[in-house]
């Protein structure tokens, strides 16, 4: 095990390194407060007995590996609370994690973050595609694997760009069941043996999805339990920093030499969707103040059958209906509510204009400065 020496400042932190040795002694030597996302491949706890073959007779490559046995449960969850303590420590204050796991382990590790205090935001079923057959026909074909995505503490303002999940799902709302192939093909790391280099290797597709939708450019993403480095190799081509933790050396040099071959994606390619909640406010008595929109002008309604007048204090009035313009286009149409920027139109030189079209000049004009 190699001895950790605890950094003070945020500013030394070893980006873009494996650091060697046990997870935990890892995490305590890094300061707190400061990555902004985990993501946790941790040892399942198969509790396999014995070996498993295929109907042919030839032997299933399972997962035997000593780092993922332990001797009962209750040393399981020890070791579950332990690293789950430090991750918390060393997230920002508005940091998430995200946890894998099977139904082996993920039930105690959900109840293990609670306990921690971090704040379950959603568990999400990854249902692989093309998952392993059963070959004893004794149990269901086990077809998915349960990721737990929380943030550091209830309330925590966390990151989740809803736009570009959306966009990545050809403008449909994202759901919390993906279906992805497992990790196999050309992905798939061998030893110089032809062997799998780790046999949990989780699939790129997966980690692009989590990071797109949870980390923006320049974040910091740890992965406690880095194996092959598929956290790594995703972050470097979104643009990310990563830090990753493994203990066993051969995972570290697959992982090495792999994500030295990764290219970062351009700086044009990162940007995502933005979400519309992100986007600065803009009262609508702006538009009023810098004269796009003048008191005593009109606006029409989308659907054209209502029409109400502007005011100098930035409100509307229309059939006696004096309110902003989102509550004076919910009155009309006898709404519960009425997003009043989609809902108004003006007509200027002979064409219907959405005055939503002046917010989004303002939008742009206030980006400029920022850059």
């Known amino acids: 095990m190699t001895k ?16 060697s040795g046990d997870c935990i002694e890892a995490m305590a030597s890094l300061p707190a407060d400061s ?18 073959h295929r109907p042919d007779n030839s032997k299933v490559d399972a997962v035997d590996d000593e780092w993922d046995q332990f001797s009962s449960f209750k040393a399981y969850d020890t070791f579950t609370k332990a690293w789950l303590k430090e991750a918390r420590r060393i997230l920002k204050p508005n940091g998430a994690i995200w946890v894998i796991g099977s139904y082996h382990n993920i039930y105690r590790v959900g109840a293990a ?10 568990d999400v079923v990854w249902r692989k595609s093309n998952p392993m057959p059963n070959f004893r026909g004794k149990r269901f074909t086990n077809a998915h694997e349960t990721m737990i995505w929380a943030s550091k503490a209830e309330g925590a303002k966390y990151t989740f760009n809803y736009e570009a999940l959306k966009a990545l799902n050809e403008g449909i709302q994202m759901r919390s069941d993906w279906v992805l192939p497992i990790c196999n093909g050309g992905e798939r790391l061998k030893d110089d043996e032809g062997n799998k280099a780790h046999p949990t290797q989780k699939p ?4 692009h999805r989590i990071l797109v939708g949870s980390t923006n450019p320049g974040d910091i993403v740890l992965d406690p339990f880095f194996g092959t480095g598929t956290t790594g190799a995703v972050a470097k081509m979104l643009g990310r920093d990563w830090i990753g933790i493994e203990r066993e050396a051969a995972y570290r040099d697959v992982a090495m030499k792999r994500i030295s071959k990764v290219r970062k994606f351009d700086r044009e390619a990162l940007i995502v ?14 538009l009023v103040e810098r004269g796009m929109l003048r008191p005593g002008e009109e606006l029409y309604s989308v659907n054209n059958r209502h029409k109400a007048k502007v005011r100098a204090d930035g409100t509307l009035i229309g059939d006696d209906i004096k309110g902003s313009i989102h509550q004076v286009g919910a009155a009309l149409e006898g709404a519960p509510s009425c997003n009043g920027w989609t809902y108004w139109h003006i007509r200027r030189d002979g064409k219907t204009i959405p005055i939503d079209l002046f917010r989004q000049q303002i939008r742009a004009e206030m980006g400029e400065r920022e850059h």
Do not use: C
């Not at 020496?5 to 650091?19: E, F, Q």
């Not at 790129?204 to 980690?207: G, I, T």
């Not at 969707?273 to 702006?286: D, E, L």
């Open 204 to 207: 790129e597709s997966l980690l």
């Open 35 to 52: 990555v902004d996302l985990i993501f946790a491949d941790p040892p399942y706890n198969l509790q396999l007995k014995g070996e498993l």
């Open 113 to 122: 973050l609670q306990d921690a205090g971090y704040w379950i935001l959603n």
């Open 273 to 286: 969707s933005a979400s519309k909640r992100a986007a600065p406010r803009v009262p609508f008595g702006q």
């Open 4 to 19: 950790m020496t605890k950094l003070k400042s945020a500013d030394a932190l070893p980006l873009n390194t494996i650091l």
